[in-house]
């Protein structure tokens, strides 16, 4: 049976027994004896010497313990060492109580946030940032009326974009006044094109943004939304405004049928204005899309939809057709 069970070595092992036929030899004998080098023979000696299996007081007459007693007293000090870590092991237990109550203490803590308070519109905005941020499916917007400022269509607009390229699906649904806002019409129909979802309903309704179906967010006081909003993430509570919204958007109509009422002229975005300059001005489709900041495939979409409108039949005739409309 090996001896490593008690802190000894396979080669210091072989150098113990070495010594216990040959008592008296010297260290050097070891090294011919077992060919070990001699690094290895000096790490092993030293490891016996600490260990009491060797009597070192003279390398040159080395005495071997008699291994009833030494190894007797090795098991012993092993056994030992085993007990006090099954000691330790065992108070691990002690530790049970306190970690329920850490558990107790955070599911009051979870309970306490799934309704949390957030004052000021800008820590409201950097709320809304963050939780567009680490979305993954999909994103429910409810837009009361029309008053969406220019700064805040800007927002908007860099955020669905951001969403809509990561491949999320962002519904919104908004009421027909919003088609009255010269901008926020232009927004809306750049909005769609990039693949982004608009109903219109006379339905009376409140701000609300829903992330994944697991987090919503609405006004602290519908009618003054610069005052905060409830971030809400109670389950219950949540399903029922994801089935609200749902009940809403399955009675809208489609963005498609109320596109352009309320504008005058074409009613273009400032996206497809740049479009149109680029198309008449820009030799390739890459550098177009460059400066505008937008795929390649984007503007091809742009212009395809943008000659459709005009009527034409090439981009030469779309662009001179756009200037003889005043559409640039």
Not at 51 to 66: I, K, Q, Y
Not at 124 to 145: K, M, N, W
Not at 196 to 205: A, P
Request: proline share 3%; hydrophobic share 40%.
């Amino acid at each position: 049976m090996r001896l490593e069970a008690v802190g000894v070595s396979p080669e210091a092992e072989a150098i113990y027994r070495f010594f216990l036929r040959r008592e008296g030899d010297e260290i050097g004998s070891v090294r011919q004896a077992l060919d070990l080098d001699p690094d290895s023979v000096e790490a092993a000696v030293e490891s016996l010497g600490e260990l009491g299996l060797l009597d070192l007081a003279d390398r040159h007459h080395v005495v071997a313990e008699d291994p009833r007693i030494a190894i007797e007293r090795l098991v012993e000090q092993r056994i030992e060492e085993l007990n006090q870590d099954i000691r330790r092991v065992m108070a691990a237990r002690d530790a049970i109580t306190s970690l329920v109550e850490d558990r107790r203490r955070g599911a009051a803590r979870d309970t306490s946030l799934a309704i949390e308070r957030i004052e000021g519109i800008d820590r409201v905005r950097r709320q809304i940032d963050d939780l567009a941020f680490f979305s993954y499916t999909e994103v429910l917007c409810l837009h009361p009326g029309g008053g969406l400022s220019k700064p805040a269509i800007e927002t908007a607009r860099l955020a669905d974009t951001r969403l809509l390229r990561r491949g999320l699906a962002v519904k919104s649904i908004y009421h027909p006044q919003a088609l009255e806002v010269p901008h926020v019409s232009s927004y809306l129909r750049e909005f769609t094109q990039l693949g982004g979802q608009v109903r219109i309903t006379e339905e009376r309704m409140d701000r609300m943004v829903v992330f994944d179906r697991s987090v919503a967010v609405v006004p602290i006081d519908p009618k003054e939304s610069s005052r905060g909003a409830l971030l809400v993430r109670e389950p219950g509570l949540v399903s029922q405004l994801v089935i609200y919204f749902d009940g809403l958007w399955e009675a809208a109509d489609d963005f498609g049928g109320h596109e352009g009422e309320g504008q005058e002229g074409p009613g273009l975005s400032e996206l497809e204005r740049s479009v149109l300059t680029a198309l008449a001005s820009a030799d390739k489709d890459e550098i177009a899309a460059r400066d505008l900041g937008i795929s390649v495939r984007t503007y091809r979409r742009y212009v395809a939809d943008l000659m459709s409108r005009l009527g034409a039949v090439n981009r030469f005739q779309a662009a001179l057709r756009a200037k003889e409309e005043n559409w640039i």
